[in-house]
C-alpha cells in the first residue's frame, strides 16, 4: 500500500494524525505478534506497550514517568495482568470522567463466560479471546484494525487539563 493509501485512511478518521493506541500486555510473544499485525495493516499508527495495570493506569492519567504521555484513542486491554487486572483497569477507565471515552478492546486469553459478562458490565467495548497459533491472531488483530480503526469514528481527544 503506498503512502497516500495510508495518509487517507488517517485522514477517514479526521483524526489528521496517527491512530494512537495503548497495548496493555505483559506477554512479551503476544506484544510482538500484535505489533507486527498493526504495523503490517493499513492504518498509520503510533504504539505504546506497558505491561501491567498500575503502568496503564499511570500511562491514561499522565502520571509519573507518562507525564507527557500522550492520550490513546483506543486501548487493548489484556485482563490477566500482573498487580492490577485488567478487570480492575477496565473499572478504573471506565468511571473515570476523563477516561471514560476511550474505547477499550479486551484482548485476552480467557474464554470464561464470566469474564465475558464481567467485561461487559464494566463498559468493554468489544471482548477477544486470543485465538491459538501465530495466523489466527494476526487475523484477530487485522480484524480490529478493520472495524475499530477503519470503519469506526474515533473523537480527535486530547488529554483533559
Known sequence: MNGSALRQSVLNHDLGRPVQILLVEDSPADVAMTIAALQDGHIINRIA?????????????????YATAWRPDLVLLDLNLPGKDGREVLAEVKEDPN???????????????VDVFRSYQLHA??????????????AAVRGIEDFWLSLVRLPASTRPA
Open 125 to 138: 467495548n468489544t471482548y477477544l479471546t486470543k485465538p491459538v497459533g501465530f495466523e489466527a491472531f494476526l
Open 99 to 113: 477516561l471514560k471515552g476511550i474505547p477499550v478492546i479486551v484482548l485476552t486469553t480467557s474464554a470464561a463466560e
Open 49 to 65: 506497550v506497558v505491561g501491567d495495570g498500575d503502568e496503564a493506569m499511570a500511562f491514561l492519567r499522565g502520571e509519573g514517568e
